[in-house]
């Protein structure tokens, strides 16, 4: 980690007209500061600068050539990726204490405010930036400036919103009329959308009057809809498969199974008391009863199961949305309910790479996250969480009597 603000950080901020990243507490604004033959000196005895961008490749690259033909001696290594996965990528490098990164650019202007609420980002300002770059748009103590403007606009579907209550802005979105309504999900690439190679999109819905009273938590619902009806439920997994109907005929059982698939967040407390009989079996299978999450020792044994009952018939995924690393499965309500201090800072949700079966049912046996094990714990394939359609390519099947590591 950078102790202090170095001579190739200052030049670096400069040249590339982005950031680097130090450990370095911000007061102000320092003065603006000119470039002088001392500092290019001292860059050229460290020799490299490390870029990490979300900016088109091609582009990145003539601004890497650019700063190494006005500066020679100093090599830019440009690592270029999408800007969730930036931010995902130095938060898992600064809680591993891995500094690698010198300067970064990044089209989401929210992960400048976080970086530098984390003390991540080296306050500096050089003549060029002062001159050419309208204050309104560099940070305040000098810690990250614009280098790209783009529009983004809002589209809705006017036969669900009227022109007149259409939102005017991002902010808008928060009122608690929009909460519950379908929004697209950010990284959506709409010319790839409108020429027909992305089929599908994937939906969340936000409890966005959460959000409206500035948490940082998000309740995500995910679901899979058909043209005339909802297919599935795709928050928690199990659930379905796992806690309804276990001892019920077949029939009732895949009644069970259907009619959940069906349910929304407002119609899901009807399947509560059917979750709450198998979440009492979950919890002796361990021969220990009463050590599953949120069971209730104190009180009969007709409601033990009653508050985790609620929290599965529900289907939300909690997500921390103040961290950008993820690991697993329930790790915003283990922190929240357990205690568990070296989840506090994960942002919880489900990835496509978490092992998401057998923390579920970790949790349901003894409350923990790693009691129940199924020899599977991760596709041979690893998936992206940030970039869209996100899953990898389909595994080929294996020859005939072979494990291909997956669950039926």
Same mark, same amino acid.
């Given at each position: 980690?950078?102790?202090?603000?170095?001579?190739?950080?200052?030049?670096?901020?400069?040249?590339?007209? @982005?950031?680097?990243?130090?450990?370095?507490?911000?007061?102000?604004?320092?003065?603006?500061?000119?470039?002088?033959?001392?500092?290019?000196?001292?860059?050229?005895?460290?020799?490299?600068?490390?870029?990490?961008?979300?900016?088109?490749?091609?582009?990145?690259?003539?601004?890497?050539?650019?700063?190494?033909?006005?500066?020679?001696?100093?090599?830019?290594?440009?690592?270029?990726?999408?800007? *969730?996965?930036?931010?995902?990528?130095?938060?898992?490098?600064?809680?591993?204490?891995?500094?690698?990164?010198?300067? @970064?650019?990044?089209?989401?202007?929210?992960?400048?405010?976080?970086?530098?609420?984390?003390?991540?980002?080296?306050?500096?300002?050089?003549?060029?930036?002062?001159?050419?770059?309208?204050?309104?748009?560099?940070?305040?103590?000098?810690?990250?400036?614009?280098?790209?403007?783009?529009?983004?606009?809002?589209?809705?579907?006017?036969?669900?919103?009227?022109?007149?209550?259409?939102?005017?802005?991002?902010?808008?979105?928060?009122?608690?009329?929009?909460? %519950?309504?379908?929004?697209?999900?950010?990284?959506?690439?709409?010319?790839?959308?409108?020429?027909?190679?992305?089929?599908?999109?994937?939906?969340?819905?936000?409890?966005? %009057?959460?959000?409206?009273?500035? %948490?940082?938590?998000?309740?995500?619902?995910?679901?899979?809809?058909?043209?005339?009806?909802?297919?599935?439920?795709?928050?928690?997994?199990?659930? %379905?498969?796992?806690?309804?109907?276990?001892?019920?005929?077949?029939?009732?059982?895949?009644?069970?199974?259907?009619?959940?698939?069906?349910?929304? +967040?407002?119609?899901?407390?009807?399947?509560? +008391? *059917?979750?709450?009989?198998?979440?009492?079996?979950?919890?002796?299978?361990?021969?220990?009863?009463?050590?599953?999450?949120?069971?209730?020792?104190?009180?009969?044994?007709?409601?033990?199961?009653?508050?985790?009952?609620? $929290?599965?018939?529900?289907?939300?995924?909690?997500?921390?949305?103040?961290?950008?690393?993820?690991?697993?499965?329930?790790?915003?309500?283990?922190?929240?309910?357990?205690?568990?201090?070296?989840?506090?800072?994960?942002?919880?949700?489900?990835?496509?790479?978490?092992?998401?079966?057998?923390?579920?049912?970790? @949790?349901? @046996?003894?409350?923990?996250?790693?009691?129940?094990?199924?020899? $599977?714990?991760?596709?041979?394939?690893?998936?992206?969480?940030?970039?869209?359609?996100?899953?990898?390519?389909?595994?080929?099947?294996?020859?005939?009597?072979?494990?291909?590591?997956?669950?039926?």
């Amino acid at each position: 980690m950078h102790k202090g603000l170095s001579r190739r950080n200052v030049l670096k901020g400069s040249g590339a007209a @982005v950031l680097g990243l130090v450990a370095a507490k911000v007061q102000a604004a320092p003065p603006a500061s000119a470039i002088t033959p001392e500092l290019i000196a001292a860059a050229r005895k460290e020799g490299k600068v490390v870029y990490y961008t979300s900016i088109d490749l091609p582009v990145a690259e003539r601004i890497a050539k650019s700063f190494e033909a006005k500066f020679p001696g100093i090599t830019v290594r440009v690592e270029r990726t999408g800007a *969730e996965r930036v931010f995902q990528r130095i938060g898992q490098e600064y809680a591993s204490r891995i500094y690698a990164v010198d300067v @970064v650019n990044s089209s989401d202007a929210a992960h400048f405010i976080v970086w530098k609420r984390q003390g991540w980002l080296a306050p500096y300002l050089t003549v060029e930036m002062a001159e050419n770059v309208p204050v309104e748009m560099r940070d305040p103590d000098g810690t990250f400036t614009n280098q790209r403007t783009h529009l983004s606009a809002i589209a809705y579907n006017t036969s669900l919103i009227k022109p007149e209550d259409a939102p005017k802005g991002f902010n808008d979105l928060l009122d608690p009329k929009y909460a %519950g309504k379908r929004l697209f999900g950010a990284g959506i690439n709409l010319t790839h959308l409108y020429q027909g190679k992305i089929r599908y999109l994937w939906y969340i819905v936000r409890d966005l %009057g959460l959000v409206n009273k500035g %948490g940082r938590l998000l309740a995500v619902w995910g679901a899979t809809v058909g043209p005339n009806r909802q297919i599935d439920r795709e928050g928690r997994p199990l659930t %379905g498969n796992a806690l309804l109907g276990l001892l019920a005929p077949d029939t009732d059982s895949d009644r069970l199974k259907e009619d959940y698939n069906a349910a929304t +967040p407002d119609t899901s407390a009807q399947f509560i +008391p *059917e979750i709450q009989k198998a979440l009492g079996l979950y919890d002796a299978f361990d021969g220990h009863c009463g050590n599953q999450l949120l069971a209730d020792k104190k009180t009969e044994t007709s409601m033990r199961y009653r508050a985790m009952a609620t $929290v599965l018939a529900d289907d939300r995924i909690w997500v921390n949305s103040a961290s950008g690393v993820c690991t697993q499965l329930f790790a915003v309500e283990l922190a929240s309910l357990t205690g568990r201090k070296d989840l506090r800072n994960d942002c919880g949700g489900r990835t496509p790479n978490y092992d998401a079966v057998n923390v579920y049912r970790s @949790v349901l @046996v003894d409350g923990t996250n790693t009691s129940v094990d199924d020899g $599977v714990h991760s596709d041979e394939k690893v998936h992206s969480a940030t970039e869209f359609p996100f899953l990898a390519a389909p595994q080929q099947p294996r020859a005939s009597g072979t494990d291909d590591n997956t669950r039926n």
